[in-house]
């Protein structure tokens, strides 16, 4: 490719609506360009990097055993209705009607299309197990897209639906995939990808892990441990406090607190500690409203996801009115309404003379103690972890938390899916049984924008050589001068030739301009062709990472840089582990 050719312009200005240094670089290289709001048109150059990621995945996929499939963007509703999330998933399911009247959906997840496609064919025990996988668009109108391709409302997902009769086996695959998925990571240059347990959250199932990019503009709160290899989504962290009491005993006290409906204005009236402190966060249930008030020490975070598991079903904040039987600003768990559904946190347990709200305005209890007041207390973790807190695996004080961006995810689903959609097999005693399901998703355009902002510098990408959108550019610095351009396009013909993917920048530019853009499109391997140079019968080869800026001779370039991208892929390879 020439880039007088390149479809797609590349300027200097940092847009202003990029917020992290992936997106902004990715503008301005073009790559993509923005159409509505989290949605992107790719150019060339990007598509040459997700078909790379794309053909790894497959490569991966195939090796285990995965069939390609494609299932349809547009779905009867009837499909989401027969697995119950027509109506359970949220706003980010885009439903409509066709000209008929007759309800669809927009594919943002295909597990309901997978049972389908493949619910006569596994009628019969002897055809498990199989998993089959798709590249799919997908739409999920997500509330708040940012950061280009990271988190978009339109994108391009590899999902795969695994089927078996038995926990064992989808245990065992299960274990396949992980390793694939290690693998992929790896070919595709991001081997610091770690795995967290995670929370499965609308997708279902028991067991689920994510694969996180750590990364300082990470959306994703990660869970580390600094004594094990404890790793953990903040959704699915364990909580464990430690077995002490804080406070001191005293009287129950309901006293005056005018205008204090914080934690932070009631303590300093009191004159208490925030860590004996009661705090209330409000909730109401998505299906009929009514009230679920979780409680947790004045210091800690309410946990929205282990609420809503606990819960059972969808939440949202709620939103109080002076009709309602709670107090806005002074709820607490003594004498609070039986109309509301109350959840007391762990962290509150061993508190003495605690500070809550008394259910009335403009009042707090002093003095609290939940056993003593409330009677039997049943404790339950929805609070978040906290920097410095116990590690679920060894005990210690020793959790850190980090930020990640999730490149993709893993799920033991189970039988959700086959059980409501009435998947069923026969097995070798004639017993009718739902297969056992496993789910496996990558975001394709996610992880090249991972990839960019993990690899880079303030003038472009660092692209891995096996997903760089071209593995070597040319720079002409004098296209008018015909030495220069005649050795430029035989180097150009000749990489060409022997497949080596190859960037060629004939304009008649200013070298600064044309530096800037080949830092843009990031190739890396770069070989200037100049005057100066081939006065001393040499080309300058140097690396996109600056790790390599040599001086290599006319009659010996073609062959040092074959050698030097196959260099490049061997050290990507080295790191990519085996299947065991």
Same mark, same amino acid.
């Given at each position: 490719m020439k880039v007088s050719k390149l479809v797609g312009l590349r300027f200097k200005e940092k847009p202003a609506d990029c917020v992290?240094?992936? *997106?902004a670089l990715m503008v301005r290289g073009g790559y993509m360009k923005y159409v509505g709001n989290g949605i992107y048109s790719e150019f060339p150059t990007l598509r040459r990097v997700t078909a790379k990621i794309e053909n790894i995945i497959r490569e991966e996929m195939n090796m285990i055993d995965g069939q390609?499939? @494609?299932f349809p963007v547009v779905m009867p509703a009837e499909l989401w209705e027969?697995?119950?999330? $027509?109506?359970?998933?949220?706003?980010? @399911?885009v439903r409509l009607k066709d000209r008929n009247g007759s309800k669809l959906v927009l594919g943002m997840? *295909?597990?309901e299309a997978s049972v389908q496609l493949v619910r006569e064919y596994g009628q019969s025990y002897n055809n498990y197990p199989f998993m089959i996988y798709q590249f799919q668009r997908k739409f999920r109108d997500e509330a708040r897209p940012r950061?280009?391709?990271i988190r978009v409302r339109e994108f391009t997902m590899k999902d795969a639906y695994s089927f078996h009769t038995s926990q064992e086996d989808l245990e065992k695959y299960y274990d396949v995939c992980y390793q694939a998925y290690n693998r992929i990571f790896q070919r595709v240059g991001v081997p610091e990808v770690v795995t967290v347990a995670s929370d499965s959250g609308m997708m279902g199932g028991n067991v689920s892990h994510e694969y996180m990019l750590l990364t300082p503009v990470g959306e994703d709160s990660i869970v580390t441990c600094t004594e094990c290899d404890y790793r953990a989504n903040m959704e699915a962290a364990e909580n464990i406090m430690p077995d002490e009491k804080i406070g001191e005993v005293s009287e129950l006290e309901c006293i005056e607190t005018p205008d204090c409906k914080t934690i932070e204005d009631v303590c300093k009236y009191l004159h208490s500690s925030v860590e004996t402190s009661c705090k209330a966060v409000v909730y109401q249930r998505n299906s009929d409203d009514t009230f679920v008030v979780a409680f947790v020490r004045g210091d800690y975070e309410v946990n929205e996801t282990k609420l809503r598991n606990i819960v059972g079903e969808p939440i949202h904040v709620a939103l109080i009115t002076a009709d309602d039987p709670l107090v806005a600003g002074y709820?607490?768990? $003594?004498?609070?309404?039986k109309d509301v559904t109350v959840y007391i946190d762990s962290s509150l347990k061993g508190v003495e003379g605690m500070v809550a709200g008394a259910n009335k305005e403009g009042c707090h209890y002093k003095g609290l103690n939940l056993e003593r007041d409330l009677g039997k207390v049943e404790y339950v973790d929805i609070a978040k972890i906290k920097e410095g807190g116990i590690c679920p695996c060894c005990k210690k004080h020793s959790i850190s938390i980090k930020r990640g961006i999730e490149v993709g995810n893993i799920f033991q689903l189970g039988t959700k899916y086959t059980k409501s959609m009435n998947m069923t097999y026969t097995d070798e005693n004639g017993e009718t049984k739902n297969p056992i399901m496993g789910c496996y998703?990558?975001?394709?355009?996610?992880l090249a924008a991972s990839v960019c902002e993990a690899k880079h510098d303030e003038y472009g990408p660092i692209w891995p050589i096996s997903i760089a959108p071209w593995e070597v550019e040319v720079c002409c610095l004098r296209v008018d001068d015909d030495?220069?351009?005649?050795?430029a396009d035989k180097l150009y013909k000749d990489l060409q030739s022997a497949s080596v993917e190859t960037l060629y920048d004939d304009r008649d530019v200013r070298p600064g301009a044309m530096f800037s853009d080949a830092d843009l499109l990031g190739a890396p391997i770069r070989v200037v062709v100049s005057p100066r140079n081939l006065k001393e019968s040499c080309v300058e080869v140097t690396t996109r990472d600056k790790s390599v800026k040599e001086m290599i001779p006319v009659d010996e370039a073609f062959e040092y840089i074959k050698g030097l991208k196959e260099k490049m892929f061997a050290d990507i390879n080295a790191k990519v582990e085996p299947y065991k």
């Open positions: 992290i240094d992936s *997106h390609e499939v @494609l027969e697995s119950g999330r $027509y109506e359970s998933v949220g706003n980010e @399911l997840t *295909h597990e950061a280009g391709m709820i607490g768990p $003594y004498n609070i309404s998703g990558i975001g394709v355009g996610r030495q220069t351009k005649e050795v």
